[in-house]
């Protein structure tokens, strides 16, 4: 598995991203682009890792809309609450009562908010250089790569590590059933004994994933140190 990284990286993100650096004119965009991403060999105490999540009107990324991102810096093995940032997303779009129960944002929140170019420009500042870290890749990765699309013009690809891909991995490796549902960001919370949060904040969900990731990996072999390489999608 390792090998097959390390063949992704050389061929994938970073060869991606000094192409699309060349195509991206100056801006946002290009300024995340400018900054290298880590190296696989980097041990998990030396780390930058982002911690994000989305709150959306939806699952389809094209259909949908960002309505919030919240982001903290997970650095050595820190989470760093100084860092934290919370933005509700301006759009035309009217929520409906069912995602409202979900995500608590109303029309009248969502009117204050700040455009998405504000919002993802902020993002990606903070993102450059770094990994991001989500629970449940799929959300993050597409709507932030459309974000991109709409406005810049480019879809980049985002070294990512996701907590619910290492715990699956753990899961499929005692090769028995299990539920689908130990795999929600609450479920495998309380799995490593860590207190309950309230989800569905963007804010929240981003630090309560960063503590899930140290506990996975203080669950670890302490005579193996874990590589970027070891937990990347």
């Known amino acids: 598995m390792a090998i097959n990284k390390l063949m992704h990286w050389i061929s994938g993100y970073e060869t991606k991203r000094k192409k699309l650096l060349k195509k991206v004119p100056s801006g946002p965009l290009h300024d995340f682009l400018s900054v290298p991403f880590p190296s696989l060999d980097t041990p998990m105490d030396k780390l930058p890792i982002l911690a994000v999540d989305f709150e959306t009107t939806g699952l389809?990324?094209?259909?949908?809309k960002l309505l919030s991102v919240g982001f903290v810096l997970l650095d050595q093995t820190q989470i760093k609450l100084n860092t934290s940032y919370h933005q509700i997303i301006k759009t035309k779009t009217q929520l409906e009562e069912s995602?409202?129960?979900?995500?608590?944002?109303?029309?009248?929140q969502k009117e204050q908010g700040?455009?998405?170019n504000v919002?993802?420009?902020?993002?990606l500042e903070a993102l450059a250089g770094k990994v991001m870290l989500v629970h449940f890749a799929r959300i993050e990765r597409q709507f932030l790569q459309q974000a991109c699309l709409e406005l810049y013009g480019f879809a980049p690809e985002f070294p990512i590590i996701d907590t619910l891909v290492i715990a699956k991995r753990q899961l499929d490796k005692r090769d028995?059933?299990?539920?689908?549902s130990e795999l929600r960001l609450s479920s495998l919370r309380n799995k490593y004994k860590l207190p309950d949060h309230h989800g569905h904040d963007a804010?929240?969900?981003a630090i309560a994933t960063a503590e899930l990731l140290l506990a996975q990996m203080a669950s670890k072999n302490k005579k193996d140190k874990v590589l970027l390489k070891d937990i990347i999608l």
């Open 176 to 180: 028995v059933a299990y539920d689908p």
């Open 60 to 64: 389809d990324s094209k259909a949908d």
């Open 99 to 108: 995602n409202v129960i979900i995500h608590q944002i109303t029309d009248d």
């Open 119 to 123: 919002v993802v420009e902020k993002l």
């Open 203 to 205: 804010l929240n969900d």
């Open 114 to 116: 700040q455009p998405l």
